[in-house]
């Protein structure tokens, strides 16, 4: 073997393991760019035994191309003020369009880097140069610069391919460096993400506070409302048999003191003893009977009034607490001339919140004669359906035959303050009480089938038994 042959066997040796080495290190792999440029740049000065290396990396639009790192004799030199601009050496740029190595032995007179003898050779003592492209992504963006400035050096084939794979590595590194940059970025909008979620989860949770006191205040709102209602038709209804009572009594006294005076008198005699003892009678039936009624009116809104107003878990027979509701809604139904129809069961029990079932009934009824009857040109009817369908259920239907909704009325109906009848009274707040009552305090749920012109159906399913015993606020 020569000795050229030995020499050369020697340095491919050298490069391969400087390249090995390099390529193993975990800085290259770290996200580091600039301690990966100092290990590349610091093994191609060594694998080369060169005086210059340095990386340049293209300018955005490939303006031209600045220096990024630059070691020269083992120092590491300042770069802010090495740029080289395309349009003042065309040739040189023009060959790196090409995307291939440039290996000029003579630097000053090869066409490609003639261009830079008298601004940058010169001055720096600079005879050769190679640089080598450096791809990332699949496109070209700098080179690795070699520069002799001891003599004029001829680029041999391996160091050529060595720069090369140093190239490489630096596409590796840079890679490395931006998924570290794209972490970093992450973790600080995944930061920025927690902290407003964690901002708008409590604005959430204070606006959730606000609106259920809110709701709170609404439902009572709702409440004293239906039984203003109630408490004016109930007083009306009330005052008829309190009224018709009271002149049976005054006719009953008027007629004991005619008897009272033809006895003083000594002018009583059979027939009219009889004929006044039949009316005095009469008139205390009467009057019996009117009190009954109003003491069955007065009762049944008493009963009413206070389940709506503090909710109490119960056993109830379904059937008799309808019926007793409606003898409390009668009198305002009577305005509107609405018949009721109830089908229920009479042995359904439920163990329940009546008054949150009487206050759901009430809002219907009274939804029913404000919206759906008006000019109604047919009977008003409301009927009252109830049906078991499983053990732990049942069927509640609430249906009249009214005007009926409109499906984009239908879809809106529930949500708090909307009414077809804005300042008209409608406050567009009784369904939504509904709907809250029966999905929330009677666990239930409900549904709502209509079309214009042919009435409302109200669908509401309740459990027999609630799986809670805690009284309802």
């Known amino acids: 073997m020569s000795l050229s042959d030995s020499t050369k066997q020697s340095m491919e040796l050298t490069l391969e393991n400087i390249l090995l080495d390099v390529s193993m290190s975990?800085?290259?792999d770290a996200g580091e760019l600039e301690q990966a440029?100092?290990?590349?740049?610091?093994?191609?000065?060594?694998?080369?035994?060169?005086?210059?290396?340095?990386?340049?990396?293209?300018?955005?639009?490939?303006?031209?191309?600045?220096?990024?790192?630059?070691?020269?004799?083992?120092?590491?030199?300042?770069?802010?003020?090495?740029?080289?601009k395309r349009n003042?050496?065309?040739?040189?740029?023009?060959?790196?369009?090409?995307?291939?190595?440039?290996a000029a032995c003579d630097a000053r007179s090869d066409a490609a880097t003639s261009e830079f003898t008298e601004p940058y050779l010169l001055p720096r003592g600079i005879f050769s140069m190679l640089d080598v492209p450096i791809r990332h992504a699949g496109a070209m963006i700098g080179i690795i610069c070699c520069e002799e400035t001891k003599q004029p050096k001829q680029w041999l084939?391996?160091?050529?391919?060595?720069?090369?794979?140093?190239?490489?590595?630096?596409?590796?590194?840079?890679s490395a460096s931006q998924r570290l940059q794209y972490q970093k970025e992450l973790e600080a909008l995944n930061a920025e993400l927690?902290?407003?979620?964690?901002?708008?989860?409590?604005?959430?949770?204070?606006?959730?506070?606000?609106l259920k006191a809110t709701q709170a205040q609404l439902v009572e709102a709702e409440k004293m409302a239906s039984l203003g209602t109630l408490v004016a038709g109930v007083a009306h209804e009330v005052n008829t048999p309190i009224g018709v009572a009271l002149t049976a009594n005054s006719y009953s006294?008027?007629?004991?003191?005619?008897?009272?005076?033809?006895?003083?008198?000594?002018?009583?005699s059979r027939s009219i003893l009889e004929k006044n003892l039949l009316e005095i009678v009469e008139s205390q039936t009467i009057l019996e009977r009117n009190l009954l009624r109003a003491d069955e009116l007065i009762s049944n809104f008493k009963q009413t009034a206070v389940d709506q107003v503090h909710y109490e878990l119960q056993s109830i027979n379904l059937h008799d607490y309808i019926q007793m509701v409606l003898v409390t809604l009668k009198p305002y139904t009577k305005e509107y001339q609405v018949d009721f129809d109830v089908h229920c069961p009479a042995d359904v029990r439920l163990v329940t919140y009546p008054g949150a079932i009487a206050q759901v009934l009430t809002n219907l009824v009274i939804n029913a004669c404000v919206h759906a009857f008006s000019d109604l040109s047919i009977q008003p009817k409301i009927l009252i359906q109830v049906d078991p369908y499983c053990d732990d259920q049942v069927l509640l239907v609430v249906q009249d035959n009214g005007h009926g909704m409109s499906e984009p009325i239908k879809k809106r109906v529930f949500?708090?303050?909307?009414?077809t009848r804005r300042g008209q009274g409608g406050s567009g707040l009784g369904l939504a009480i509904v709907y809250n009552l029966v999905t929330s305090t009677l666990q239930g749920r409900i549904q709502l089938e209509s079309e214009s012109g042919k009435g409302a159906s109200f669908l509401i399913h309740l459990p027999t038994q609630l799986s809670c015993i805690k009284q309802a606020r």
Not at 253 to 266: D, S
Request: include cysteine; charged fraction near 25%.
């Open 157 to 174: 084939p391996d160091e050529t391919s060595f720069v090369a794979a140093l190239a490489d590595l630096y596409g590796r590194a840079l």
């Open 253 to 268: 006294k008027e007629l004991t003191a005619r008897l009272v005076e033809k006895f003083k008198a000594n002018e009583l």
């Open 88 to 102: 003042d050496f065309p040739n040189y740029f023009n060959a790196l369009d090409q995307q291939r190595v440039i």
């Open 415 to 419: 949500e708090p303050f909307f009414t």
């Open 194 to 210: 927690e902290a407003k979620v964690q901002q708008r989860t409590q604005r959430l949770e204070a606006n959730l506070e606000q």
């Open 26 to 28: 975990p800085v290259l």
């Open 37 to 84: 440029e100092q290990l590349l740049l610091a093994a191609c000065q060594q694998g080369l035994a060169v005086c210059r290396v340095g990386i340049w990396l293209y300018l955005p639009a490939g303006e031209g191309i600045a220096c990024r790192a630059l070691l020269d004799q083992g120092h590491w030199q300042p770069v802010e003020d090495l740029v080289l």
